[in-house]
């Protein structure tokens, strides 16, 4: 499946931005959609997720209670709500799709996930 990233910006510490995941081609309702993020200088890490059937969501440590992950399956769209933005929340952030997995199934691990979107730069100010 193809997927488009888009949303991100410049926005000061403490706001919010929504990001989005787009697919074309297929639909994503079979599959795990995932964020993960990349900072200048670091590895790619895991943000969010969301099972296919939308019954199970995974965190991030450094997320929870600000992050929000969600889906559409009929608009075939995937979300990223993020609220109380840090400055080291600073990165490029990409979504991707897991295919095969169970109802519940979400994985941290970026080698699960097949197809990705090409990112969306993600920039918070002090």
């Known amino acids: 499946v193809q997927l488009q990233a888009f949303g991100g910006g410049l926005v000061q510490a403490g706001g919010s931005l929504r990001l989005s995941c787009a697919a074309s081609?297929?639909?994503?309702?079979?599959?795990?959609i995932a964020w993960f993020r990349q900072a200048p200088g670091k590895e790619r890490e895991f943000v969010a997720g969301?099972?296919?059937?939308?019954?199970?969501?995974l965190y991030a440590d450094f997320v929870k209670g600000r992050f929000t992950i969600s889906r559409d399956n009929a608009k075939t769209t995937a979300y990223l709500n993020m609220n109380s933005l840090k400055p080291e929340d600073t990165a490029v952030y990409y979504c991707a799709a897991l295919s095969g997995g169970a109802a519940y199934y979400v994985s941290r691990s970026a080698h699960e996930y097949a197809d990705w979107g090409q990112g969306t730069q993600v920039t918070v100010s002090s």
């Open positions: 969301v099972s296919w059937s939308g019954f199970s969501t």
């Open positions: 081609g297929r639909t994503i309702s079979s599959y795990t």
